[in-house]
C-alpha cells in the first residue's frame, strides 16, 4: 500500500508570498495518479491538480503542480487571502490514498 | 451541474450499522467514465477513503474497514448507497461522496458532506 507523506505540516506565509508543498509517496507511483485538493473550514474539498501538473477547470494558474517518481510538489507562486486552507495529496492505484494534508495559515 | 448529496442519520448507536445515500443530479451515474465512492473526515483530522464503487457494481473497499463496509448503486434511482457495520466513536466523522475519474483516479466532485456521530 503507498503511504504519501506532505511536508511542512504547517506553512505560515503572507498573503503574495509563494507557498510550496511536498508529497512524498513511499514507493514510486505514475504521476498520471497523482491529485492535489484544497479544503477551507466547514467545506468539501476541492480537486486543484490531476495527473501531477493539469489544472482542474477554473484553477486559477498561481496554482500549479510537478513532479515525478516518489516527490511530487503543490506550488502557489503568489498566496491570495482566499488561498489559505489544508491542502491534501492523493494517489490512485489499487486504492485511493490520501496524505495527511499540509495546513496554509497567514502568517 | 454534477450535484451530489448525501442523505442519512446524523446519530447512530454504538454496535448499529450507519447508512447512508448519496444522490446524483446533473449526470448519470451508470456513465462508464467514473468511479463513484466515499470518504469520511473525523473532527480535525485528515481525509480517509472507505471505498468506490463503479456502476456495473464492481466494489472497492479500504483494507482497514473491508470487513464492516459494503457499498452498493441503484442505477434506476441515479444514487449510490454506504452501510457501515458495528461502528464505534472512532466512526464520528463527517461522510463525504464523491465522483472519481475511472482513467485517473481523482475525485473531481464532492457532496457537502454530512455529519454522522456514533453516540448512546
Known amino acids: 500500500e503507498i503511504v504519501l507523506t506532505q511536508s511542512p505540516g504547517t506553512l505560515s506565509l503572507s498573503p503574495g508570498e509563494r507557498a510550496t508543498l511536498s508529497c512524498r509517496a513511499s514507493q514510486s507511483v505514475s504521476s498520471t495518479y497523482l491529485a492535489w485538493y484544497q479544503q477551507k473550514p466547514g467545506q468539501a474539498p476541492r480537486l486543484l491538480i490531476y495527473?501531477?501538473?493539469s489544472r482542474a477547470t477554473g484553477i486559477p494558474d498561481r496554482f500549479s503542480g510537478s513532479g515525478s517518481g516518489t516527490d511530487f510538489t503543490l506550488t502557489i507562486s503568489r498566496l491570495d487571502p482566499e488561498d489559505f486552507a489544508v491542502f491534501y495529496c492523493q494517489h490512485y492505484g489499487s486504492s485511493w490514498t490520501f496524505g495527511q494534508g499540509t495546513k496554509v495559515e497567514i502568517k | 451541474q454534477l450535484q451530489l448529496q448525501e442523505s442519512g442519520p446524523g446519530l447512530v448507536k454504538p454496535s448499529e450499522t450507519l447508512s447512508l445515500t448519496c444522490s446524483v443530479s446533473g449526470g448519470s451515474i451508470s456513465s462508464s467514465s467514473y468511479y463513484w465512492g466515499w470518504i469520511r473526515q473525523p473532527p480535525g483530522k485528515g481525509l480517509e477513503w472507505i471505498g468506490s464503487i463503479y456502476y456495473s457494481g464492481s466494489t472497492y473497499y479500504n483494507p482497514s474497514l473491508k470487513s464492516r463496509v459494503t457499498i452498493s448503486v441503484d442505477t434506476s434511482m441515479n444514487q449510490f448507497s454506504l452501510k457501515l457495520s458495528s461502528v464505534t466513536a472512532a466512526d464520528t466523522a463527517v461522510y463525504y461522496c464523491?465522483?472519481?475519474?475511472?482513467?485517473?483516479?481523482?475525485?473531481?466532485?464532492w457532496g457537502q458532506g454530512t455529519l454522522v456521530t456514533v453516540s448512546s
Open positions: 464523491a465522483r472519481a475519474s475511472w482513467s485517473s483516479g481523482y475525485l473531481d466532485s
Open positions: 495527473g501531477a501538473s
